[in-house]
């Protein structure tokens, strides 16, 4: 038994992979002057929500329990998110791929997401302390 449950777990790896995301969104944004500098971006919803329904990325199978099982991190912990470059339309004179609207917009709702996941974090805590004094 496990004081964190999948929730939480799930919650810890959001707020990493959000934060993560938030840096390569400001990174956008302080090179958006920058000649040749292409936008990218971090996705990494997918691959959460199959950790969440239990299919990870390799699932290796085993005959006998002794065998070799997978190594490394297990469950959420296995999701990386993808870095990829930002498709861009028709690139200005100096190159630069980076659209300052649609980085803006993609910082507003990843820091809403975060904010959302905190107060979720921060209310399990709460019920934990509540169960913890509850019984003293």
Same mark, same amino acid.
């Given at each position: +038994?496990?004081?964190?449950?999948?929730? +939480?777990?799930?919650?810890? $790896?959001? %707020?990493?992979?959000? &934060? *993560?995301?938030?840096?390569?969104?400001?990174?956008?944004? =302080?090179? /958006?002057?920058?000649?040749?500098? $292409?936008?990218?971006?971090?996705?990494? +919803?997918?691959?959460?929500? &199959? *950790?969440? !329904?239990?299919?990870?990325?390799? &699932? %290796? *199978?085993?005959?006998? &329990?002794?065998?070799?099982?997978?190594?490394?991190?297990?469950?959420?912990?296995?999701?990386?998110?993808?870095?990829?470059?930002?498709?861009?339309?028709?690139?200005? %004179?100096?190159?630069?791929?980076?659209?300052?609207?649609? /980085?803006?917009? !993609? %910082?507003? /709702?990843? *820091? +809403?997401?975060?904010?959302? =996941?905190?107060?979720?974090?921060?209310? $399990?805590?709460?019920?934990?302390?509540?169960?913890?004094?509850?019984?003293?």
């Amino acid at each position: +038994m496990t004081i964190f449950d999948r929730t +939480m777990q799930l919650l810890q $790896r959001s %707020l990493d992979l959000r &934060s *993560a995301r938030q840096r390569v969104i400001a990174s956008n944004l =302080a090179n /958006e002057e920058t000649p040749g500098y $292409r936008a990218f971006d971090l996705t990494f +919803m997918d691959q959460l929500q &199959s *950790a969440h !329904k239990g299919r990870l990325p390799v &699932s %290796l *199978a085993v005959t006998h &329990s002794n065998h070799i099982g997978p190594r490394g991190p297990q469950g959420f912990q296995a999701v990386n998110g993808k870095l990829s470059e930002v498709p861009a339309g028709d690139l200005p %004179l100096d190159a630069n791929s980076v659209n300052l609207e649609l /980085e803006m917009a !993609k %910082l507003s /709702e990843n *820091a +809403m997401q975060y904010n959302a =996941a905190a107060t979720i974090t921060a209310i $399990r805590f709460r019920q934990l302390l509540s169960a913890i004094r509850d019984a003293r």
